[in-house]
């Protein structure tokens, strides 16, 4: 097993932030799923696109390309380098393909993106002095 800093220096390409990400995305799927086995990788890219937008609203598009991620596959060689370096396990079923083409980021960090509505205030409270 390497570590992640070695990792870091045997591809570049990502930086940790792209890293971190993957560990997120797989703890917000156990939360959505409700189990602690295995994650598909479509799971997993669904957690991280619902994820990206609660962090990061309309940024979540810039920020997934200033980590050098700009598809769901290079979402999946950052998973891949994490299994390689023994950080992350891998069932027979998993493979790189998997994650070719899930979903184009424009659309969904963009195009599909809906403004969060807050709840309607609760007019029967009372407000701190000087709001109106």
């Not at 696109?49 to 769901?72: C, D, H, P």
């Not at 950052?78 to 992350?88: R, T």
């Not at 599909?112 to 205030?121: A, R």
């Amino acid at each position: 097993m390497i570590l992640l800093n070695e990792l870091l220096k045997k591809d570049p390409r990502f930086p940790l932030d792209a890293y971190l990400l993957i560990n997120d995305g797989l703890q917000y799927a156990y939360r959505l799923t409700g189990r602690k086995e295995h994650i598909t990788a479509r799971e997993l890219l669904e957690s991280i696109r619902r994820l990206m937008k609660e962090r990061y609203g309309q940024m979540a598009k810039t920020v997934l390309n200033s980590w050098g991620i700009f598809t769901t596959d290079d979402i999946g060689l950052v998973v891949f380098n994490l299994i390689g370096a023994g950080l992350f396990l891998r069932s027979n079923t998993d493979r790189l393909e998997d994650f070719h083409a899930v979903y184009d980021f424009e659309r969904a960090f963009v195009a599909d993106y809906e403004i969060p509505v807050l709840p309607e205030e609760d007019k029967t409270k009372p407000r701190p002095e000087g709001c109106r």
